[in-house]
Nanobody
Framework: QVRLVESGGGLVQAGGSLRLSCAVS????????MGWYRQAPGEQRDLVAT???????NYADSVKGRFTISRDNAKNTVYLQMHSLKPEDTAVYYC??????????????WGQGTQVTVSS
């Protein structure tokens, strides 16, 4: 069974920083893309940032220059460093991983979400 466990969310003032982590565990054979999405109340879930197995990154325009995604393949962990946070960054942040398990095929797996709240 695969688990994605996020941590690092919380309450921060505008202009502050947070670092999210997402650790993947289970019977994993390989991980391709990893990334972060976020969902504000009443809104759809939107892409924040992705990183490939080759460390190529992609960011939503709204976070470019403020957020940095990275990964540690030895730890099966993806990170999201967030700087200059704005109230509009307030959302539940979800990590995902496109991975291959032993005896199965490639699938996307999601974490349970971590709340980020930015006060003005």
């Amino acid at each position: 069974q695969v688990r994605l466990v996020e941590s690092g969310g919380g309450l921060v003032q505008a202009g502050g920083s947070l670092r999210l982590s997402c650790a993947v565990s289970g019977s994993i054979k390989s991980i391709a893309d990893m990334g972060w999405y976020r969902q504000a109340p009443g809104e759809q879930r939107d892409l924040v940032a992705t990183i490939t197995g080759g460390y190529s990154t992609n960011y939503a325009d709204s976070v470019k220059g403020r957020f940095t995604i990275s990964r540690d393949n030895a730890k099966n962990t993806v990170y999201l460093q967030m700087h200059s946070l704005k109230p509009e960054d307030t959302a539940v942040y979800y990590c995902y991983a496109d991975l291959l398990t032993y005896g199965s095929r490639w699938n996307d797996y999601w974490g349970q979400g971590t709340q980020v709240t930015v006060s003005s």
